[in-house]
Structure formats: C-alpha cells, structure tokens
C-alpha cells in the first residue's frame, strides 16, 4: 500500500528558503510586528533590563511582540514563550530569531503593567481609526479570575481566632501531659509545644497585619487578593476584573483590576469610557449588580444615559392593601412633600438620617390617626412612613429609562460577555499567572485584552 511521502530531511534547495518566505502575506504575526513597530513605545514608560556583563538589553518591542503572540496562542508561561522562541518559526521570524531566557522574559511582563496598559489603548485607537467602535452603547460588567493565592493563605478575624483556639487547647493538652510524663517522651512533647508556639506566633502576625489594613481579610501569598464569591456560593481568592466592551464588534475598550465588588464600580467606569470615546453621548448597560445610587448621580453628572437592571427588593412586610403602596404615593418636588392615595400631605422635618451608604429623609402625617383607610394603609400604629434616598431621583431615572428599552437591555448579556467567552473558555485563561500585587496581576489582564 502506497503512503503520501515526505522529503528528504537532508535535500539541499538551489534557491534557499527564507524566514519571510515561510510566513504566508496574512500570518497574523505580520500584523503584530507592524502594530508594536507603529507605537512611540520610548514615551510607554517600558522598564529596561540590562546585563549585569553590560551585554545590551532586548528592545521592548521585540518582547511585547513576543508576549501578543504568546497570548493570542494560549501561551503565558515565560518558558514555554522561550522555547517557542527557538523552535516555532512563526515567533523566530517575529523576533528576528532573537532568544531571550525566561527571566527575562517574565521580568518584562511584572516590572511593565503601566506601560502594558498604554498598549493595550493603542489597540482601542486602532479599532477606533478602522472604525470598529461603534460608542453610542456600551455594556459593563465584571469577572473575576483566581489568583496565586490558595484559601489556606487567605484569613478574616473568624478563621485567625478558629486557629488561634485550636493552638491554646492543643498547647494546653501539652502542658498537661507535660505534668503528668515520666520523662519518656518529654523531648517530644516540649517540640511540640515549641511548634505550636511558633504557629500561634505567625497568626497573631497575621491578625496584627490584618487589623493595620483595616480590611476584613488578608491574603498572605497574593497581598491584594480576596475571597470572593465566583458562582452559587463557590469561593475563591480571585481579583475582580472590570470591563467595557463597545457594542458594535464586541470590542473591549477597558478594563480595571480591582478587589472589590460591583456596587462601586459603575461611575468610575462611566468617567473612564467618556475619556477614551470623547463623548458622552452613548447608552451604558450593567447588571444589577451595579446598583447603587451614588453611582446614577455620578453618571447624571456626566450626562450618560445608564440602563442597569433593577435588583428585586428586600422582603418586607408589605401593606394591606397594593393600592396604598409607596410607589403610588405621588411626590410633590415644589413642595417636598408627598399625597397620599387619599390626597393627605407626607411632610418632612428636613432633617436628613444617615443609612450605611445613603442619606434619606422621612415622610409621614398625623392624618393616619383619623384617617378611614389607615387599615388598608399600614399596619403601624404610628402611621404611614415614607423614605426617600438623596439619589431617589437618579434611581427613579434609571428604572424609567429601563422600562422604556426592555428590548435594548436584553443585548448586555450579548455585548459583555463576549470578551470573557474568548478569554476564559477558547483561551482557557481563569486565572492569574502573576503574584504579590495588583499591579502584576494588571500587567497580566493587560496582555489578556491587548491579545484580545
């Protein structure tokens, strides 16, 4: 039976064979390599690494290159990006056939996050010149991708004090048995207690460390990392990524590494996009994750048109009658006041309460005691009462803007979620390949998106 045969590993050609012969017009590293040559990467802030021989340093360019390629192909490790550099002759003809080692290789992604940021912009502006961003909608939402920190290295106050018992009543146990040995096993018991000393001794450096930072948890391999909930109650110790993505092409225009939850997030996202897209005048879709009134007032400031979907609210018990509701009791801005279903004045003292992320006054009015509907009102015995937030208006706005654009909310999960199928389910990148900061886990999520 005849196979198809292949040539002579040691045929000499008349003609040879150049690197550039061998990579086709579209190979997407010629794209790559006019990309990195167009940028002013002298003003990007890169951080050269020089020889300690005073063996010149590789350009920055030829680095970038070699890590857009890497990350456009699934490869982050730095060793796996050194051996493609001599074996893979699409990276050999991007590189000139340079081979830098894996140290520097990997120095160059942690020491660069700013300057990476800056790249990953220029790849925004390019989309932008071929007019592949749309910016009349933008969608916002969060990820969150694990971080070199495991769950064991990860303490709150609960967990340090569960240790911390743990060692007193084993120390304890120690102690006793300590008191009652004939002499047998006294070298192993005295280790022991000096090992659980010493465990005792590292969690209160912990608790000390975590009562400096004022936060509630501490992450002792990845500092910036939290535990954070990922799905259904499953934890990890993770950074949450921000993102703006365009919806004409799906394209990210933005992201932010952070260690915080979406309640926040919104306002500082919206100021960000209206900078890259020079204008206000677009829609933005989020989650009801982002939620928060204060962030409504900082998008009116702005001037930016949100739709974010509104959470179900809290139980509470509710009135007798629907009819007699909040929501239908009508506000009166020129007065400050609220009419009742049964046209009785709410009136406030105008003095403003304090919630934990809001202030709010009360509304109420002594008619309740004789009025016939009391019963279908309320069941408090001290009348009806109404709260209404500082952002209430702001709040209000979103919720009609929403129910006027069901159909063009429906497209968010679309636009957003786009970026993370490519990154984390084609890429398989769920994770953080770099440690000790946010800034290096930045530098990571930067070449993430560039490469995207």
Known sequence: MKYIQGQNRSQTYLFPVTLDDAICEDNEVRLIDVFVDSLALESFGFKIEHAENGRPAYHPGDLLKLFIYGYMNKIRSSRRLEKDSKRNIEVMWLLSSLHPDHNTISNFRRDNPKAIKKVFRETVKMANYFNLIGGALIAGDSTKFRAQNSKKNNFNQKKISRHLDYIENKLQEYYEALAQNDGDNKEHLEGQIEKHKQRAEGYRKIENQLKESGESQVSTSDPDSRQMIIRNNI????????????????????????????????????????????????????????????????????????????????????????????????????????????????????????AEAYSFKRYATKACKSCNAKDLCTKSIRGKGIHRSEFHEYIQHNKERVELNKALYKQRQAIVEHPYGTIKRQWGFSYIITKNSSKRASADVGLMMTAY
Request: charged fraction near 20%; glycine fraction near 4%; proline fraction near 5%.
């Open 235 to 354: 934890t990890e110790v993770a950074y949450n990524v921000q993102t703006t993505v365009d919806a004409k092409n799906n394209l990210l225009i933005d992201y932010k590494v952070t260690n915080s939850n979406d309640s926040k997030a919104m306002g500082n996202m919206l100021q960000r996009a209206k900078s890259i897209l020079r204008t206000n005048e677009f829609t933005a879709l989020y989650d009801k994750g982002y939620h928060t009134g204060s962030e409504f007032k900082i998008a009116h400031d702005l001037r930016i048109d949100t739709l974010v979907a509104i959470p179900r609210l809290t139980v509470q018990a509710p009135d007798p009658d629907p009819a007699y509701n909040a929501e239908n009791f009508t506000y009166i801005p020129e007065g400050d006041y609220y009419l009742c279903p049964q046209n009785q004045r709410l009136t406030t003292t105008g003095k403003w309460h304090r």
